[in-house]
């Protein structure tokens, strides 16, 4: 199995920056798809970003693009996501999860992580 633990969570103001990170242990020598989601306080956990085993893929969120980027460095067994023009409604729980099928559906994506809480204040 795959375990994933993010961190880079914080508080920062609106117009704020963060990086996330999402580090895999395990059997992290299978090739997957990584994804991020959050879930806000009151709602539904919404997908944020997917990218393929080997970056060659990205699918974002309209609410995130433009200001939201994914990048996985496979040696170090990382996704990152870095998050830049934060705005209050991006504050929610942060988590990272894997997709062993490598076909980015939403409904693959498992092993989550303890998730990060990202704060934006305004």
């Known amino acids: 199995q795959v375990q994933l633990v993010e961190s880079g969570g914080g508080l920062v103001q609106a117009g704020g920056s963060l990086r996330l990170s999402c580090t895999a242990s395990?059997?992290?020598?299978?090739?997957?798809?990584t994804g991020w989601f959050r879930q806000a306080p009151g709602k539904e956990r919404e997908f944020v970003v997917g990218?393929?085993?080997?970056?060659?893929?990205?699918d974002y969120a309209d609410s995130v693009k433009g200001r939201f980027t994914i990048s996985r460095d496979n040696a170090k067994n990382t996704v990152y996501l870095q998050m830049k023009s934060l705005k209050p409604e991006d504050t929610a729980v942060y988590y990272c999860?894997?997709?062993?099928?490598?076909?980015?559906?939403?409904?693959?994506?498992?092993?989550w992580g303890q998730g990060t809480q990202v704060t934006v204040s305004s």
């Open positions: 990218i393929s085993w080997n970056g060659g893929r990205t």
């Open positions: 999860a894997a997709d062993f099928s490598n076909t980015l559906s939403v409904a693959a994506f498992g092993s």
């Open positions: 395990g059997r992290t020598f299978i090739r997957y798809a």
